[in-house]
């Protein structure tokens, strides 16, 4: 702390407004701070998503990775990724009446874009 002022009484200036709380009011000050710093993060992953987020979820419902990356590239031609991919070939699965490996598979081959975009009312981004 060569250069840097020291003021001894900056912790307890900057604590008045604290002293007077419970443990369960410092606590739920805490976090409601915490909710604060972190509510932009978790609204920014909730409206955001990645080809590498959207090719692990369609992973995970049991494409491989070589159709997963197939059905992420259609989604993006399509204008389709802030839906997800997954979301994508689930609905499609309930509007054709497919198991979900079929409906993804038939995105794969360009079959049922058109349906995909309706269902979405016209205006899909």
Known sequence: MDNQKY?????LTKRKHLENLSDEELKAYFW??????????????????????????????????????????KTIEH???????GHVVYRYSKLARLPLREAG???????GWDLIKQSFGGRHA
Do not use: C, W
């Open 7 to 11: 003021r001894p009484d900056d912790y």
């Open 32 to 73: 409601r701070l915490a909710e604060e710093i972190v509510s932009p993060l978790v609204d920014l992953a909730y409206h955001h998503t990645s080809p590498a987020i959207e090719r692990s979820v369609l992973l995970r419902m049991g494409f491989s990775s070589i159709e997963a990356k197939q059905i992420v590239q």
């Open 105 to 111: 598979l038939a995105l794969m081959e360009n079959q």
């Open 79 to 85: 204008d389709l990724l802030g839906k997800g991919a």
